[in-house]
Each structure stands twice: as structure tokens, then as C-alpha cells.
């Protein structure tokens, strides 16, 4: 562990173009680093097959104009991809019109990681699965295309999808910016095309989005939510800092509006849309009863593995603690 | 009879733990805890202080967190982070407070019976107990994470 890097090299390039010409000529052996809190973590700790890792590095700090920034034009919020999430987590306006997206920037990793760390790369991030993860590809599993076997899905599965598999992986994704993104129907541009946000997401080997590897997240728009709605952020780790999520969530409700999306339960963000359903329609505020059916509604489809079955009642938890928060 | 520098300067002690489990996430929230040592007869309060504060914690995290994960097929660390080996940060801590009583009654110099891992041994199996109290149930399993309270809760 913690072996010497692989040789690389970085390159600076100042236009979105280039930074695609470079990505797009290297064809998956370069890739965009942003904060690089995963990216050199990766490459330090070499979890991946060898013929995976980058031979060049595209920094996309050098863009001009710069991918940072936080505005709200008109209707609608727009976050620069490469947007640190301590600045969204402190942002005013986001604090105080997109209240969820605040809240999850805020409680993502640690306040170090949040300094360093772009809400790009929050919600393109590799999964966190224990055999993924472990270095030098001890466990080449089905995530990585290495082979078509998940070792979670006969070993410890405790933290896994309570939703069953995607492609044959039980990883689930843990970015706690996703469900917020999700929940206030954001769309997220790139250099290529327009994607709803959870549209955005996906399991491949071992990508968790559908990004090409000469895409690149350039903005995030989030329209404004409709008139007399709230939104919320709900995080459920062990400890008040720096865990990934074991559960988390984010709800809008409103009289117009009932969206509610979770995380770190599947291996891509799950819109809760049963939940949504019992919600939708209801007078606000919504009485306990409702709230009650729309948590268990919202995990009546779980299909648990072996040792997760305790996640199941923690995430009808957090949908319980989102829908008190902004609909009652 | 033994000479008294042969005698394990053993401290009596008491503690009390206030915990909060939620039912519905199996989450162990430590409310307060008071711990009190007799060390006899204290020589160096920061350093008493220390050990009484510092075991108290150490003791919670061990009931509440510390495990070290193996794959069960193929017995490989699968833990091998502090991101996953789960030591409270400064924002998990509660109020604890600690009391130094001097009796005199250690065997040591000038009474001292001292306080080493003391406060963390009892309080990782206080808060067993603690636990007991909230749910009517032993956890048997450690640490007493979210997991095995929720089986023991029957909520799995």
C-alpha cells in the first residue's frame, strides 16, 4: 500500500477544447482532475487493473474562463462544475433558495476534503465498495472488468445495494450531492450535451456515469423551486464527519412539487418515486400517517442481500427525517 | 507478605453512562458520562485528567465503533483506512466528567493507587449495559453498531 506513483504526466491546457482534444487522443488513458481528492487517491493506491490508470492528467483548473463560479441567472441557479463544495456549502444564495444542495455540499467528507473538492467530482466519483477499493487489485472484480464476479455479493455486503445489482455490481454510489441534485430536478451540462440529473448516472467498468472519456461536466443548472416548496438534505453515517454516507437523501415538497431522491443505496442514485406518490397531492402539511406510508413505500421494492438488511430500515429512516423536515 | 513496589497499584473506580438509541436507525448516541476514579493520590492532574477524559472516549469508541473487517471467504482486510475504521471525530463528543477521589488507599508512593486503562476498559463494557438499559436487549456483538442493534431490535 502506498506504493510510488506510476509515471505521469500533466498538462494545462486553458480551453475546454483542449482539455477534450487531450482527453479524446489518449482515448481513457487521460484523465480530468479537478480537486484530485480521488483521482491521486486511485492512482496512489492502484485498486485498478494496471491497463486502467491515466498516463497524463488534464487539469481543468487552467480552463479560462474559469469552471468556478456560483450565479443565479434569472430562474435558475448555475454552479461551475468545478465549483469547491465548501464555497457551495457557504454560498448565500444557495444557502437560502437551495437549501438541500447547500446541505449536502456541507456534510460531504470533511471540512479539509470540502476546501479541495469540486461538486464535479463529487458526482462523478468511483464507488467505495470494500473489494472495489482495496489496493493493488486484490479483488479484480466484475466493477473494474476484470472479471464477472462481484465479491461482495458472497462476502461482507453490510454497506451494499438494497436494490439489487446493476450490470452484476452491488456498489453503491456514495455521492451525497447526487440525491440533492436529483431532488431539485438539476440538469447538468457538458461539453458535449444537456443530461437531467438523474440521468447522469450510471454503473460501468469502472465508471459511475455516462460521461464518453473525453466528456467533461462544465456546469450544473438547477431551476428554482416552485414558489412556498422546501428542500432538504439528510445524511446517516457513523460519525459527524468525514464518513461516506450509509444512507442519504434529499426531498422538495411543495404544493406543486414532490420529489424525493436517495443515495447509498443503489449503484446509482434512487428516485424514491413510490414515496413520491403517496406525497403528491396531499394537503401540506403532511400528517404522520402520510409520512409513515410514504417510508415505507419508498423501500417496498428492497431486495436486501445478506447482510444489509439493516439498511432498509435506515433508509426508510432518512425519508422519514427528510419529509419532516420540509413537509410538516 | 509481598513487598508493595510487587503489588499492582490497582484504583477502584465507578462510571455512569447516559445513551440515547434511536430504534428505527440503531444509532447510539452517548448523552453523558461521569467517570470516577479513587487513584489514591493524584500526582500529576493534567496527566489523571487525561487518561480519565482520553479513556472515556477510547472506551466509546471501542463499544460503539472500532472493528477491523474481514472478508469472510477470503479473510483479507477489508478495512484498512481510518475512513472505515471508525475512531469519533471532535464533532462526536458528548460531555463527560471526571473525577479524581484521593484516598490514600493505593499501595504506591504516598498512597497512590494511579489510573491507566482503567476508565477505557469499563466504559467499553458500561456502555453494553447502557445499551441493555435503553432497549431491554443485550448487543452481544461488538462494537454496537448501527447494524447489530438494529438485529437485536428485530428491525432486520
Known amino acids: 500500500m502506498g506504493r510510488p506513483f506510476r509515471p505521469f504526466e500533466v498538462v494545462n491546457p486553458t480551453t475546454i477544447e483542449e482539455a477534450a482534444s487531450i482527453l479524446s487522443e489518449y482515448r481513457g488513458r487521460a484523465w480530468p482532475i479537478a480537486g484530485g481528492t480521488d483521482v491521486l487517491r486511485v492512482m496512489r493506491f492502484r485498486p485498478l487493473p494496471d491497463n486502467l490508470y491515466p498516463e497524463v492528467l488534464v487539469n481543468l483548473k487552467t480552463i479560462r474562463p474559469s469552471l468556478e463560479y456560483v450565479e443565479e441567472d434569472g430562474n435558475v441557479l448555475r454552479v461551475g462544475a468545478l465549483t469547491r463544495l465548501a464555497d457551495l456549502a457557504r454560498s448565500d444564495v444557495v444557502r437560502e433558495r437551495y437549501a438541500a444542495l447547500a446541505e449536502a455540499a456541507g456534510r460531504a467528507a470533511s471540512p479539509q476534503i470540502r476546501e479541495m473538492g469540486t461538486i464535479g467530482g463529487n458526482i462523478s466519483q468511483l464507488p467505495r465498495c470494500w473489494y472495489f477499493r482495496k489496493p493493488d487489485n486484490r479483488f479484480p472484480c466484475k466493477r473494474k472488468g476484470a472479471s464477472d464476479t462481484c465479491f461482495a455479493s458472497s462476502g461482507d455486503n453490510r454497506y451494499h445495494s438494497i436494490f439489487g445489482d446493476i450490470n452484476g455490481c452491488y456498489a453503491v454510489n456514495v455521492s451525497d450531492v447526487a440525491p440533492a441534485l436529483i431532488a431539485l430536478d438539476a440538469r447538468i451540462m457538458t461539453n458535449r450535451r444537456s443530461l437531467r440529473a438523474e440521468d447522469l448516472w450510471d454503473v460501468r467498468a469502472p465508471s459511475s456515469t455516462v460521461l464518453d472519456y473525453d466528456e467533461i461536466i462544465t456546469e450544473i443548472r438547477v431551476p428554482r423551486p416552485p414558489e412556498g416548496s422546501r428542500s432538504a438534505f439528510h445524511k446517516f453515517a457513523l460519525r459527524s464527519s468525514i464518513d461516506f454516507p450509509i444512507v442519504n437523501g434529499a426531498a422538495l415538497v411543495g404544493p406543486n412539487a414532490a420529489r424525493v431522491a436517495l443515495n447509498a443505496v443503489y449503484g446509482k442514485p434512487y428516485r424514491a418515486v413510490k414515496a413520491e406518490d403517496v406525497v403528491s397531492g396531499k394537503p401540506l402539511p403532511l400528517d404522520v400517517a402520510t409520512v409513515e406510508a410514504a417510508a415505507d413505500a419508498a423501500v417496498s421494492d428492497a431486495k436486501p442481500m445478506e447482510h444489509n438488511k439493516w439498511k432498509i430500515s435506515v433508509a426508510r429512516a432518512v425519508v422519514k427525517q427528510l419529509l419532516t423536515a420540509v413537509a410538516t | ?156
Open chain 2, 1 to 156: 507478605p509481598p513487598s508493595p513496589v510487587e503489588v499492582h497499584p490497582w484504583g477502584r473506580q465507578a462510571a455512569f453512562a447516559e445513551v440515547e438509541v434511536d430504534p428505527e436507525t440503531g444509532r447510539v448516541e452517548v448523552k453523558k458520562v461521569v467517570m470516577v476514579n479513587d487513584v489514591g493520590r493524584v500526582i500529576n492532574p493534567g496527566s489523571v485528567a487525561g487518561q480519565q477524559y482520553g479513556g472515556v472516549y477510547m472506551g466509546i469508541s471501542r463499544a460503539l465503533g472500532e472493528e477491523i473487517v474481514y472478508d469472510p471467504e477470503t479473510g483479507v482486510k477489508l478495512n484498512d483506512s481510518l475512513a472505515w475504521y471508525y475512531v469519533p471525530t471532535i464533532a462526536d463528543v458528548y460531555p463527560v466528567h471526571a473525577i479524581a477521589v484521593e484516598t490514600g488507599l493505593g499501595y504506591g508512593a504516598y498512597g497512590l493507587a494511579g489510573v491507566g486503562e482503567d476508565p477505557a476498559a469499563l466504559t467499553r463494557a458500561l456502555l453494553r449495559s447502557a445499551v441493555y438499559n435503553a432497549i431491554g436487549k443485550w448487543v452481544d456483538e461488538d462494537p454496537m453498531t448501527p447494524d447489530r442493534v438494529l438485529r437485536v431490535l428485530g428491525r432486520t
